[in-house]
């Protein structure tokens, strides 16, 4: 039975600001959730990002009050239930009620929150490393990734002119030692004829994959770019646009793309996430999740959640460097991955 549910306000600055062709940031702001119940706590974090695919945060608020009102003494795995009309529409509050509720279930019962998501979870993640919009970056910028473990290397991509970007990633591409590989992320910034000239120049590259080349993303114009492309395309955000209402009935296979991104805080929650990925693995569509630059409380269960799910690629959760400030201890990788502690629930606590 819940006794307690706050909701904490916060706002994190970034060390840098975060840019992509979908705008930037320059603080994360969002609430931390704390669900308590029989002396233990459960955390999560709802800190919604729209240019994603989240709510507004003004939508998020309105949920998160909702759940405030009607929490206490509601049995933990019925509250989802009880606020679904609500949280239809409010994907990250959602996640973070349900990351905290997870949170507390799993330290009830004395075990990972992975292991409540799957008997089978790992306990590494490999991930990726995030080293922002190509326009900053040097050869130098590179290697310290590669020094620190990182196999491969996500970089925004679609800012500037593409012929310009093209060029400076194929010199980057000459001081790569072997068996390294880029991630690009246009964001939805090209035009078809853009995206299939750029993608000509980037099959001789050591590409790991290309995420959202396309400004309309449909799937017959990604299954021809996919065609000739030598790496996966991947869809992120495009997931959640015209797509989502039919996610849960759409053949995974027809998305015209080798890859998907899975924001835990833009499906709706850690299960839904795990059930997208089962049907894609099964439709042999890879799956990579990623954080959405939140804090502590977000990021430990989003990496719970990729241990669970289990795909060797690397995921996109090497994000807690760029805030200068978090909420608690973060997961940090070491060479190249996240190892997950033994501990009951999430990983998260807060600091003092
Ligand atoms: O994938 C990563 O390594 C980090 C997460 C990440 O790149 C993103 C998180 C949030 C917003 C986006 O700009 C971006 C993405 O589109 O994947
Ligand atoms: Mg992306």
């Not at 706590?41 to 009102?69: F, I, K, M, N, S």
């Not at 590494?124 to 590669?146: I, R, S, Y």
């Not at 800012?159 to 390294?180: D, S």
């Not at 910034?189 to 290309?210: K, M, Q, V, Y």
Request: net charge neutral; aromatic share 4%; proline share 9%.
């Amino acid at each position: 039975m819940i006794e307690r549910l706050q909701v904490r306000p916060y706002e994190l600055p970034l060390r840098r600001a975060w840019a992509s062709a979908r705008g930037g940031f320059a603080r994360r702001r969002g609430w931390l959730i704390q669900v308590s119940a029989e002396g233990l706590h459960g955390y999560g974090d709802c800190a919604p990002l729209p240019a994603a695919g989240t709510e507004t945060p003004e939508v998020a608020w309105e949920a998160l009050c909702q759940a405030r009102a009607v929490a206490v003494f509601q049995p933990l795995d019925l509250l989802l239930e009880s606020l679904a009309p609500v949280l239809a529409t409010a994907p990250a509050a959602r996640f973070a009620l349900e990351c905290a509720l997870l949170d507390l279930a799993s330290r009830r019962r004395g075990g990972a929150l992975r292991h409540w998501l799957s008997e089978s979870a790992r306990d590494e993640v490999p991930v990726n490393a995030m080293l922002g919009p190509l326009g900053t970056l040097a050869p130098a910028d590179l290697q310290t990734a590669c020094d620190a473990g990182f196999r491969v290397l996500k970089i925004k991509v679609g800012i500037r002119n593409p012929t310009v970007e093209l060029k400076h990633l194929v010199a980057l591409a000459r001081h790569l030692p072997p068996g390294i590989g880029l991630r690009l992320d246009a964001n939805g910034a090209w035009e078809p004829d853009a995206a299939r000239r750029l993608i000509d120049g980037l099959n001789p590259l050591p590409i790991e994959s290309l995420e959202e080349p396309l400004r309309e993303p449909d799937a017959d114009r990604l299954a021809t770019l996919q065609a000739g492309a030598a790496f996966p395309l991947a869809r992120d955000e495009s997931l959640h646009g015209p797509l989502h209402g039919r996610l849960a009935d759409l053949d995974l296979a027809m998305l015209g793309v080798r890859r998907i991104v899975l924001k835990p805080a833009v499906v709706g929650g850690l299960a839904r996430a795990l059930a997208l990925s089962a049907r894609a693995r099964a439709a042999g569509v890879e799956v990579v999740v990623t954080s959405l630059v939140e804090s502590a409380a977000g990021l430990w269960p989003t990496a719970q959640l990729a241990a669970a799910i289990g795909s060797p690629i690397p995921h996109g959760l090497a994000t807690a460097d760029w805030l200068a400030a978090d909420l608690g201890a973060a997961p940090r990788p070491r060479r190249g991955q996240i190892d997950l502690p033994r501990t009951a629930g999430s990983g998260f606590d807060p600091s003092p």
